[in-house]
């Protein structure tokens, strides 16, 4: 029988962990560390998918705002890397019927609220609008689109004008 000092290891005992259990704890962790990044990726893409549609809903007052104020429609141009407001004006000329009046159109600078900007996601984003057709803002009390969805791939974020004509965001 053997004895053991006490303070003395026992040379026959086995310490320490062997290949494949160092192995099976660092698949585990490589599991559970890759699920959570997947995770908040897809959280950090639903948030800025969300924020977007935020910023849209308040510069849609202000385009509102500015038709209302210059007698002028404003449109909102999108693709899938970003959006645009731009106005049209009329020029007209100083008495009727000397010649048709024209039309410009007029893209706000780069220092305005109704700057062109891009979307936040980093997926490209695809945009619906009901009622199809181009998004007017103008004169009357209540204008543009009635709803606007922003779709990344993975996140789906609405837009919604209420009956005072302010927009609100719904998942």
């Known amino acids: 029988m053997r004895i053991s000092v006490p303070g003395i290891p026992d040379p026959h005992v086995?310490?320490?962990?062997?290949?494949?259990?160092?192995l099976v704890v660092l698949a585990i962790i490589g599991i559970v560390t890759g699920t959570i990044g997947l995770?908040?990726?897809?959280?950090r893409d639903a948030r800025s998918l969300h924020d977007d549609a935020a910023r849209?809903?308040?510069?849609?007052?202000?385009?509102?705002?500015?038709?209302?104020?210059s007698g002028q429609p404003v449109?909102?141009?999108?693709?899938?890397?970003?959006?645009?407001?731009?106005?049209?004006?009329?020029?007209?000329?100083?008495?009727?019927?000397?010649?048709?009046?024209?039309?410009?159109?007029?893209?706000?600078d780069t220092t305005a609220t109704l700057r062109p900007r891009a979307w936040s996601a980093?997926?490209?984003?695809?945009v619906s609008v009901s009622p199809p057709g181009p998004a007017l803002f103008h004169d009357e009390w209540v204008?543009?689109?009635?709803?606007?969805?922003?779709?990344d791939g993975l996140h789906t974020v609405r837009l919604e004008r209420?009956?005072?004509g302010h927009y609100r965001v719904l998942q």
């Open 56 to 69: 849209l809903a308040q510069l849609f007052t202000v385009a509102h705002a500015q038709a209302r104020r």
């Open 143 to 151: 204008s543009g689109p009635r709803h606007v969805e922003l779709h």
């Open 162 to 164: 209420a009956g005072d």
């Open 75 to 108: 449109a909102w141009q999108y693709d899938t890397a970003g959006y645009r407001f731009v106005q049209t004006v009329n020029n007209r000329l100083p008495f009727a019927g000397a010649a048709p009046r024209t039309q410009r159109v007029h893209a706000f």
């Open 14 to 22: 086995q310490r320490g962990f062997s290949l494949l259990e160092v």
């Open 39 to 43: 995770g908040v990726g897809a959280a």
């Open 122 to 126: 980093e997926r490209a984003v695809r």
